[in-house]
Nanobody, 123 residues
Framework: QVQLVESGGGLVQAGDSLRLSCAAS????????MGWFRQSPGKERVFVAD????????YAVDSVKGRFTISRDSVKNTVYLQMNSLKPEDTGVYYC????????????????WGQGTQVTVSS
């Protein structure tokens, strides 16, 4: 069992930055790939970025490349999403997920989820 707790969301203006954190606990959590997903009202949860359990492999969708960076601290068992140059379309609830094995961009491939953290970007 893996427990995930997200934090760091908030209300910001376009162009501002936020850093989301996802603290993992539980057995074998350090060997899990992690991903960040966003869900807007009335829409499905969509992939944003992911990172392998070693941290050596990362990927982000085109809409956030160059603005968002995913990283992990294995000592703290925490994954981060640094979000710069935020845009109104980045608004949503951000969830982190974990899965045993390799990275994936599919929601259904993730076994564990946090409760989410709200990010609101005003124009």
């Amino acid at each position: 069992q893996v427990q995930l707790v997200e934090s760091g969301g908030g209300l910001v203006q376009a162009g501002d930055s936020l850093r989301l954190s996802c603290a993992a606990s539980g057995r074998a959590s350090v060997s899990y790939a992690m991903g960040w997903f966003r869900q807007s009202p009335g829409k499905e949860r969509v992939f944003v970025a992911d990172i392998s359990f070693t941290g050596s492999i990362t990927y982000a969708v085109d809409s956030v490349k160059g603005r968002f960076t995913i990283s992990r601290d294995s000592v703290k068992n925490t994954v981060y999403l640094q979000m710069n140059s935020l845009k109104p379309e980045d608004t949503g609830v951000y969830y982190c997920g974990s899965r045993r094995g390799g990275t994936s961009r599919q929601v259904n491939d993730y076994s564990y989820w946090g409760q989410g953290t709200q990010v609101t970007v005003s124009s």
